[in-house]
């Protein structure tokens, strides 16, 4: 055999356990799932019809019920377009730069993660409430945050604005900034190089973030809560909606209320998955990339 190096294979792992033990944790995977996430599905979706389609599309017809829909969906159009911009020029400089206070800026990005929905609704209130610090002032120029429109979309915004920056900073960081620079060094401009340097990168990614923070900001409860003051017909969303239905015993309506949100969920967890499959398949394909030879002597 000559001198020259022969490749060395490796061999492929895998695992020692028995096959009991893997059909045993597979199973008792399975009974989890079904329990906690195919039984509580189906349970919505059998007592929203258990009295017939005509009762279910009553309960959504219902003016109550088109009012908390148009308000979710007001408060969603207006919090998912804001978080976009935030989350991609947080994570773009963040990826991209290094710069004094980037930690902080980090941590920022995180902290709706770790304060309750319930405090950042307090905390509005503290600030724009009639006794807050604010409240005085807005009261005597006739605006109106608190139990408005415009505390939810701030509580809205608030609870979903880390989903996007998230999803887009450690994809941003293991693409690399060597597109951009050869960008930039053949005589881009900063838009362009985004424009078409960038976006098309990341664009999966920004999906997913998108998609996270639309089903976070259609499923908000505690923050919305607090700061919406329960006017019915008003100032509920969905979920408020549905507590309010339930408290009154009406629970065909209240669980086909309910229904269109488990529906925003279905349909959230299809979209995530391709949005996953997409960016697994980015990451791999980046790391892949051949490394350069060494030059020969």
């Known amino acids: 055999m000559s001198g020259a190096t022969q490749p060395i294979r490796r061999a492929k792992a895998g695992t020692t ?21 195919v039984l509580p599905l189906a349970a919505v979706f059998t007592e929203a019809l258990r009295k017939g389609f005509g009762a279910y599309f009553e ?3 219902e003016p109550d019920a088109w009012s908390a829909i148009k308000l979710t969906l007001l408060a969603t159009a207006i919090a998912v377009p804001l978080n976009l911009v935030f989350g991609v020029a947080a994570s773009w400089a963040i990826a991209k730069y290094e710069f004094r206070g980037k930690s902080f800026l980090t941590t920022l990005v995180d902290l709706p993660f770790s304060v309750s929905p319930v405090v950042a609704g307090l905390v509005y209130v503290l600030l724009f409430g009639a ?12 605006i109106k945050i608190i139990f408005a429109v415009p505390g939810i979309v701030l509580a809205t915004v608030f609870v979903t604005f880390p989903f996007i920056a998230r999803e887009l900073i450690p994809l941003m960081q293991a693409q690399g900034n060597d597109e951009e620079q050869a960008a930039i060094v053949l005589g881009a401009t900063g838009w362009q190089t985004f424009w078409h340097v960038t976006l098309p990168n ?35 969303t969905l979920p408020l909606h549905v507590e309010i239905l339930y408290n009154e015993y009406q629970s065909v309506a ?3 209320v309910a229904s269109l949100l488990a529906i925003l969920a279905l349909v959230t967890l299809v ?20 490394p350069e030879r060494p030059r020969e002597p």
């Open 254 to 256: 209240a669980f086909a």
């Open 59 to 61: 309960a959504l017809a």
């Open 17 to 37: 356990e028995a096959p009991w033990v893997k059909w045993t944790l597979i199973g008792i995977a399975l009974v989890f799932l079904f329990l906690f996430l």
């Open 131 to 142: 006794n807050g610090w604010i409240g005085p002032w807005l009261q005597s120029h006739d």
């Open 271 to 290: 979209i995530k998955s391709v949005s996953e499959w997409r960016i697994e398949r980015e990451l791999k394909a980046i790391a892949e990339l051949p």
């Open 202 to 236: 990341i664009k999966w990614g920004l999906l997913y973030g998108v998609i996270l923070t639309n089903a976070r900001a259609m499923g908000e409860f505690g923050a919305v809560s607090v700061v919406s003051g329960h006017i019915r017909g008003q100032t509920n």
